[in-house]
């Protein structure tokens, strides 16, 4: 079965404070894909990063850095100065390759809010 | 630009009655998804469908039900709405291609609020 985990239901950070979000799956595929949403207190969902579990290089864009470690199973999420409108929820999720189509395991979320 | 909307925005409901949640799709994606967004369980996925007449049951799929009888829409059914199914909805879809499966991101409506008294 897949699962994913964030363990971190709620982090507080203050405007300029680095923050890494926690995301620790598990799968039996050797094969598989794993996502970060963003939901902003609008409500909708915001595409943030794929990674397929054959490419282990850390990715950067912008004040967003990932860092996916297939040893400990974890594809964690940073957030370098962070910035008031980075308050949001955000979702890690793991994708089944073996069948047709996608299907999203998400993981419960974590909340974070960045005080100015 | 295509996108994928969801309707009614918000609902309330009663316990016992039928509702239809919609959700419509203009990127032409095959494949399509419900799932409901509950506080401490992130978003569970419901019924999903990966082209027209083809329907499939997620993890939490009791009490709901969906039809695919065109590419653009994806219907979700509450035969006879409980208190346990007050919840916000969401609608997703996504690109199919043969043998890049899970490659493909999910783009997701705005979300139906849900309530039911």
């Known amino acids: 079965a897949q699962k994913v985990t964030q363990a971190q239901t709620e982090i507080s950070v203050v405007e300029k404070e680095d923050v890494t979000l926690d995301c620790v799956y598990e799968t039996r595929d050797t094969t598989y894909y794993l996502f970060w949403y963003k939901q902003p207190p609008s409500g909708e969902l915001v595409f943030l990063i794929r990674r397929n579990s054959f490419d282990e290089q850390n990715e950067i864009s912008g004040r967003y850095s990932w860092n996916f470690q297939k040893s400990t199973s974890s594809f964690n999420f940073t957030i370098t100065a962070s910035q008031v409108v980075d308050s949001a929820v955000y979702f890690c999720?793991?994708?089944?390759?073996?069948?047709?189509?996608?299907?999203?395991?998400f993981g419960a979320g974590t909340i974070l809010r960045v005080k100015s | 630009d295509a996108e994928i909307t969801q309707s009614p925005r918000h609902k309330i409901t009663e316990t016992g009655r039928q509702v239809t949640l919609a959700c419509h799709q203009t990127?032409?994606?095959?494949?399509m998804f419900w799932y409901r967004q509950d506080l401490g369980h992130g978003l569970r996925l419901i019924h999903y469908s990966y082209g027209v007449q083809d329907t499939n049951k997620g993890e939490v799929s009791d009490g709901y039900s969906v039809s695919r009888s065109n590419t653009e829409d994806l219907p979700l059914t509450l035969e006879s709405a409980a208190s346990s199914q007050t919840s916000v909805y969401f609608c997703a879809s996504s690109e199919s291609h043969p043998g890049q499966a899970a490659f493909n991101e999910q783009f997701f409506g705005p979300g139906t609020r849900l309530t039911v008294l």
């Open positions: 999720a793991l994708s089944d390759p073996l069948e047709y189509g996608n299907k999203l395991v």
């Open positions: 990127w032409n994606h095959n494949n």
